[in-house]
């Protein structure tokens, strides 16, 4: 195959949600592979890169800015955010707070980044520490009218412990957000 027919696309992609939800324990997970139990929060933002081969002539930089949850309550957001192409909204499945944050998070991406034609970047949200739920969070039916609703392009059951659905909740995002180039 000709050089001129490699795609290499850079995306930034923001992970947002409440404090503790577990994004930084989701980005070691799935960059480096790695679990950590100790919880140390994130001040500001922190950054990972994460290189996909989405097919034999297209490869994606994956940008991950992971922002504190403590963010939400400050004025950095909109900086943050900015060129963003789609997003991850998580939350806890053991701490209804962090659901109900949920649509804050939501709505602030929704108000204050945009594609370059107007529209709203896809968001895929993630219900984490789903080794933790005795039972389902909410039933499948449930989330699927939630997220019909919030105008999330999909949702998924994660556990950054178990590695389960980040790299297919990752997938997901990408391929919504190159339908979208
Ligand atoms: P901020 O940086 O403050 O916004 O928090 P965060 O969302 O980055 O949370 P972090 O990844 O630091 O995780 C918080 C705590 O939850 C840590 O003690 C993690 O070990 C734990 N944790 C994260 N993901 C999981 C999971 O899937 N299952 C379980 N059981 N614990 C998790
Ligand atoms: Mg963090």
């Known amino acids: 195959m000709a050089d001129e027919d490699m795609r290499e696309l850079l995306y930034k992609v923001l992970v947002v949600g409440d404090s503790g939800v577990g994004k930084t324990s989701l980005i070691k997970r799935y960059v480096h592979g790695v679990a950590s139990d100790k919880y140390k929060a994130t001040i500001g933002v922190d950054f990972a890169l994460k290189v996909l081969q989405v097919?034999?002539?297209?490869?994606?930089?994956?940008?991950?800015?992971?922002?504190?949850?403590?963010?939400?309550?400050?004025?950095?957001?909109?900086?943050?955010?900015?060129?963003?192409?789609?997003?991850?909204?998580?939350?806890?499945?053991?701490?209804?707070?962090?659901?109900?944050?949920?649509?804050?998070?939501?709505?602030?991406?929704?108000?204050?980044?945009f594609l370059p034609d107007g529209s709203k970047i896809p968001v895929v949200l993630m219900a984490n520490k789903c080794d933790l739920a005795v039972e389902g969070f909410r039933t499948q039916e449930e989330m699927q009218e939630y997220c019909a609703n919030m105008g999330f392009v999909s949702w998924f059951e994660t556990s950054a412990k178990l590695n389960k659905n980040i790299e297919e909740a990752v997938n997901c995002l990408v391929q919504n957000i190159l339908e979208k180039e």
């Open 55 to 113: 097919n034999e002539n297209t490869t994606v930089r994956l940008q991950l800015w992971d922002i504190a949850g403590q963010e939400r309550f400050g004025s950095m957001t909109r900086v943050y955010y900015k060129e963003a192409v789609g997003a991850f909204v998580v939350f806890d499945v053991t701490r209804l707070d962090t659901f109900k944050a949920v649509k804050t998070w939501k709505e602030d991406i929704d108000a204050k980044v």
